[in-house]
Structure formats: C-alpha cells, structure tokens
C-alpha cells in the first residue's frame, strides 16, 4: 500500500507589505531583503485574521473538494496557538461544519509540527487503510519591531489530505531524525512575538541538516543523485539556498550553482511572497514547486527538510504522481498572492502594535477581511469567529 498527500491547499493573510516600504522607512537598501535574505514581501492579517481564519480558508477547498467524510482526524500544527488548552483545529472544524466523530488535536514543535502530523497521518493510515487524516499548518510569524527578525515575518496555512493510494505524492517510507535542546528561536508564554539568536539560528539549521541527511542515508534512504527537486523549510528563501549548498557539499554532489538553484528554485517563489509561514512554509515550498516547475515532476523524488526551532527536524522523500498538475489550484494560488490589499508601513507597524494592545480584554473587530472566515472577537475570553456572509 502506499500512503501520502491526495490533496493540498493553500491560503494567506490578505493584506501584504512590500519590504521595500520596510527598507525605506528603516533607511537601508532593498538589496538587503530582495536579494540579501531573498524576501520581497510578507503577508500581514487584517485584525479580523489569524491562524484559524487561514486555517479554514485552505481546508475549506480540500473538504469542497472531497466532502468531510471519512475524514476521522483533524491534524492543526502550528507555532501561534490561539489558546493554551482548545487547539486551534476545533475552531475550524465547527467552521467547516464537519461531523462528530473525528478526533481533533494541536501539535507545537516550532516550524517543524506540521511534518510531525504529516508521519503521524502516515501511520493512522497505515493501521486503517479506509482512515483520511486531514493536515493543517497555519502560522502568523511576528518578532518584535525593529529587531532582525523583523523583515522575515508572514503568514500562511497549507491543509493536506493524508490517504492511501494517494493522487498527488507518495510519501517513501525512510526518514532521517534530528533532535538538539537549544535556544535559537524561542517564543515564552508571555511574548506574543518570538526571540531568536539570528546568526546562531543559521548554523543550527545547517548542522541539524547534517544530522537529519546522516541518519536519512544510514537508514537507507535514496542517494542524492536520485532526488530530482529539494524542499525546505523557507524562515526566508536565501535559508533554503544556503541548505541546498550545504546538503550538496556534505553529499559530494558536484553541482554548479546554476544546477544547484534549478534543483530548488520553483520551491522559493511563494515563500518568497508570504513570509515565513512557520509550520506551513515547507508545505507552501512544495506547493510552490508542483504548481511552479516547468519540468513534468511525475514519478520524480522530491527531497524534504524539515526544521523547527529549539530544535527537531526531519529529512523523508516524496515521489510525484502521474496527472498531479490536474490536482493543482495554481491560477487561484496565484491570485491568491497577486490579490492582496497593499498596505504602507504606517499601517502595518499599528497593526502589529495592537496586538498586544488588545491582550486579555474583552473586543470586538471590526469586519475587515476579504476572506471566507473572519475572527470576531473574544466575549468573555472565549475567541468567536464566522464565515462571511
Ligand atoms: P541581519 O543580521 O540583519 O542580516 O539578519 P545580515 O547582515 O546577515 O544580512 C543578511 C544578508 O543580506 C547577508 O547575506 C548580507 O550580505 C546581505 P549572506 O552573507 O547571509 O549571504 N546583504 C545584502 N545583499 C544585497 N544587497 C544589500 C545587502 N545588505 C546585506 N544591500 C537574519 C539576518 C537572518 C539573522 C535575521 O533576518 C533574523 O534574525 N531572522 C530570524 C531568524 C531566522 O529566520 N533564522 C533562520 C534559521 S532558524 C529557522 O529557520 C526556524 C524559524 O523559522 C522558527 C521556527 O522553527 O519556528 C526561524
């Protein structure tokens, strides 16, 4: 039997801020974000948007799709949880209206939960043939104002359909683990913005990259020369150019850096659009990669590294199944992107004030968001949210 991704779905905040305007109102030039660190924007939710909203919006196309049934588990992997107790999946399974009986659960691991509620799928499916788990990765990533941080914010979700037989990817058995207690990027229960060693962040990466490709191969996993496309997770797409290199200098795969890019390229565009997305960045690399590359991927390997923060990762391969472009959203993704409200950085910065400002208290938002979901308040601490009419 063989077990993996059916469907895959993608969603934003629906505003977004040129880095440009970031750039200029800190003085500096572009060039330190277009191309130092590879970003050229970042989604920014409106005060009516957050992982839940975003969440429901990219599993809503995969249940209009193939219906709620079936679907017995509801997998919400995220970093921005929304509540310390009620994971964030049950607000989006009364959203979708989706039956009883299923089991709904949060996974936080940093940027890395989404993968662990990919494996965990693997395995419900692997008991019951007849079980779909749903997946759904959703993440606002904020860091304080004027930190380095800063220019690497976004937001995003991602939901998949883990089946048998599955129509878009087959997931290949062999992994490759990687765990290390350190502090790299971290965010206490009292922040709503996360702290992060930047520089040391980076060689963490790389070396838990090292780790996770190690024990990938000693388990048996394919040899570099049999993974045509590489998947990473994307904090900013330069981080995904700086693996790649890695990987192939620790493989000893003599690529030049032409052949190097083309083996990841397609993957970067989307992320280089919204920002970090946290647990969903890996999935919107792969979405990126399937609706992106020129070249036909199916029957091709794609290689998958995986990072969370603090840390755990994972390296497991992938193989694309005949007739995926038929499966793919990509002029909606695409409009997506394209459609989202431009706001100035005057804006933007008292967005990300209010946050805070509003902790603990009792409001209302006003209705904002172009989006099927919108979050409405919090009355008497408990968070309410609506579909749009
Ligand atoms: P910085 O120190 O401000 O930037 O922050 P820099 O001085 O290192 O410059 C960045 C790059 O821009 C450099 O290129 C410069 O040379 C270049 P590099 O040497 O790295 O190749 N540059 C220019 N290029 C062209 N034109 C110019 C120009 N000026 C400079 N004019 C840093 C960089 C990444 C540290 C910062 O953005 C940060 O702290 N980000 C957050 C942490 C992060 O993303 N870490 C990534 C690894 S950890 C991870 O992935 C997990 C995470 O997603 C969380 C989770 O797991 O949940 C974060």
């Not at 209009?64 to 929304?82: K, Q, V």
């Not at 391969?317 to 472009?325: A, E, N």
């Amino acid at each position: 039997m063989t077990i993996g991704i059916s469907d895959i779905a993608f969603a934003t905040a629906y505003q977004v801020l040129d880095l440009q305007q970031l750039a200029d109102a800190q003085g500096i030039d572009v060039g330190k974000y277009y191309i130092g660190i590879g970003q050229s924007e970042m989604s920014v939710p409106f005060p009516d948007e957050d992982i839940v909203t975003m969440g429901a919006d990219a599993a809503a196309q995969i249940i209009a799709r193939h219906g709620a049934d079936g679907i017995r588990t509801l997998l919400f992997a995220t970093e921005s949880g929304i509540d310390q107790s009620k994971s964030a999946g049950v607000f989006v399974h009364g959203l979708l209206g989706m039956g009883e009986r299923c089991r709904v659960v949060e996974l936080k691991q940093a940027c890395y939960s989404a993968t662990a509620a990919l494996q965990f799928a693997l395995g419900i499916v692997a008991r019951d043939a007849s079980e779909k788990v749903l997946v759904i990765a959703s993440d606002v990533a904020r860091y304080a104002l004027d930190t380095s941080g800063e220019p690497t914010q976004g937001a995003a979700a991602v939901a998949f359909l883990v089946t048998a037989d599955p129509a878009l990817l087959e997931i290949e058995p062999v992994t490759g683990l990687h765990t290390d207690d350190i502090h790299d990027f971290w965010r206490p229960n009292y922040l709503s913005t996360a702290l992060v060693d930047g520089k040391y962040s980076l060689a963490a990466y790389l070396g838990a990259l090292e780790g996770a490709w190690g024990e990938y191969r000693s388990r048996g996993g394919a040899a570099f020369a049999d993974i045509a496309r590489f998947c990473y997770h994307q904090p900013f797409t330069k981080m995904a150019v700086k693996a790649h290199d890695r990987l192939c200098k620790v493989a000893g795969a003599e690529l030049d850096k032409e052949q190097r890019l083309a083996q990841i390229a397609a993957s970067l565009q989307m992320n280089r659009r919204t920002g970090n997305s946290y647990t969903a960045s890996i999935y919107v690399g792969l979405l990126s990669l399937l609706e992106r590359d020129e070249a036909d991927l199916a029957g091709e390997r794609i290689g998958f590294f995986s990072y969370g923060s603090g840390s755990v990762s994972e390296f497991f391969t992938g193989v694309v199944r005949p007739g995926y472009r038929e499966l793919l959203r990509t002029a909606r993704d695409a409009a997506t992107l394209d459609d989202r409200v431009a706001i100035a950085h005057a804006r933007y910065r008292a967005l990300h004030e209010a946050v805070d400002a509003v902790q603990g208290s009792d409001y209302e938002t006003a209705a904002e968001t172009p989006g099927p979901y919108r979050f409405a308040g919090v009355v008497d601490h408990v968070r309410r949210y609506e579909t749009r009419g």
